[in-house]
């Protein structure tokens, strides 16, 4: 995995979003099956996320400091959920993570563990980004040829990941009073647990 990078901010941006932070790094990796570890791992979590604690989970620091960045952003963390409440919801609803493959098991797993949401592109189709305001107000990520992704929307169809893809680049939102720590570790997770790529492959 590359180090981390702060993605650039437009000034508009900047001033009305200050301590919002979006990160990147690079990572090999490609769609594809999900490696029997990360399903174990997926399974232990779906059992320590139940009601109760699902529940409680708001309250606790990081969540919350999602829940505190989407008002800001104009929406309702009751209605459009935070990604880590998203994921848990979905336990709730379905008894159980269900396996989707790579990398969207692998950011899963991330969020889950730390709270910190992380998506995934194609590198060589992804040139250096920029958070900028969209012409609809929503915050964009987007490089020269144009948008990659709404923030906290998985990327358009023709920037996300492939079995063609060699290298991924990992996208990690910090929300105000998030930890730098958590955001590393948060992005170590997700490119630990993608399955190495055969060099002859």
């Known amino acids: 995995m590359s180090d981390l990078v702060a993605v650039a901010v437009h000034p508009r941006v900047a001033e009305e979003h200050p301590r919002l932070r979006v990160w990147t790094a690079a990572v090999p990796g490609r769609a594809g099956r999900t490696p029997s570890e990360v399903r174990e791992r997926l399974r232990y979590l779906a059992d320590r996320y139940r009601g109760a604690q699902a529940v409680a989970l708001r309250a606790q620091p990081v969540p919350w400091a999602y829940r505190v960045l989407f008002r800001h952003l104009g929406l ?96 990690a939102v910090q929300a105000p009073g998030v930890e730098d720590l958590s955001v590393e570790e948060s992005v170590w997770t997700a490119a630990s647990a993608m399955p190495t790529i055969d060099a002859s492959s």
């Open 76 to 171: 309702d963390p009751d209605v459009t959920r935070p990604p880590l409440e998203a994921l848990v919801v979905d336990r709730l609803l379905h008894g159980g993570f269900a396996a989707r493959g790579m990398p969207e098991d692998a950011l899963a797993l991330a969020t889950l563990e730390t709270g910190v949401p992380v998506w995934a592109v194609d590198a060589e189709r992804t040139g250096a980004l920029t958070l900028a305001p969209g012409d609809d107000g929503r915050l964009l990520l987007r490089d020269d040829d144009g948008p990659v992704a709404v923030l906290f929307a998985p990327p358009l169809p023709d920037r996300g990941p492939t079995r063609t893809t060699r290298a991924m680049l990992l996208i």
